[in-house]
């Protein structure tokens, strides 16, 4: 689903995944309060940040209670610093720019669908640069083995299960026996919750 509130942006990403192999667009709407109203579930939201109305940071929390279990990937023109650290606490699982070539929006697409967290390097920096700057002090309560560490560092950077296992040359089942293991030390119940956490309290 695509919720963008120019048009002919709008009708473009309609296109383009409606004419890619494998892909269907069910919704196009110009604002989250429509999108709201939809009555049929999504795999992927596209959202852009800047909206007539609603923000689409403050959007991302209503759009997941209304449809459990959609990932959604945040779309701006520029990184606009405080809104991508409120997307992404507020449980966006990726940030584009709308300046990213169509054949990247489309594996961004798949690999959020995928359970990863897509994110242009640019705004992956940025978001781990922010949530270390903004962590509480660092609590001792929940450590975390190195290995977990990495699995966490890499997620934060927007790695999908089978680019971690590649990075740390382990299998993507071996990826989520760890990541497992980190939800129960976390008290998480997502990837971005997870990851939220362990930057809050600087265990990464």
Do not use: W
Request: include cysteine.
């Amino acid at each position: 689903m695509i919720v963008e509130d120019d048009r002919v942006t709008r009708e473009g990403l309609a296109a383009l995944i409606g004419e890619t192999p494998g892909f269907v667009c069910s919704g196009r709407f110009r604002s989250v309060e429509d999108a709201l109203r939809a009555g049929f579930a999504h795999d992927v939201i596209l959202l852009d940040i800047h909206l007539a109305g609603m923000p689409g940071s403050e959007g991302v929390p209503l759009l997941i209670d209304k449809y459990p279990g959609v990932r959604i990937v945040m779309l701006t023109v520029f990184d606009d610093t405080e809104r991508v650290f409120d997307s992404i606490c507020n449980g966006a699982c990726g940030y584009l720019l709308k300046k990213t070539a169509p054949a990247k929006l489309m594996e961004a697409i798949a690999e959020a669908h995928e359970g990863g967290a897509p994110m242009t390097p640019e705004i992956a920096a940025k978001v781990v640069k922010l949530f270390r700057e903004y962590a509480p002090v660092r609590n001792a309560e929940c450590e975390l083995t190195a290995r977990e560490r990495q699995v966490l560092e890499l997620l934060a950077e927007g790695y999908s299960y089978t680019r971690i296992g590649s990075q740390l040359g382990i299998s993507a089942n071996t990826v989520r026996n760890y990541i497992r293991a980190i939800y129960e030390k976390l008290h998480a119940h997502s990837r971005s919750e997870a990851v939220s956490k362990a930057l809050r309290r600087r265990l990464i």
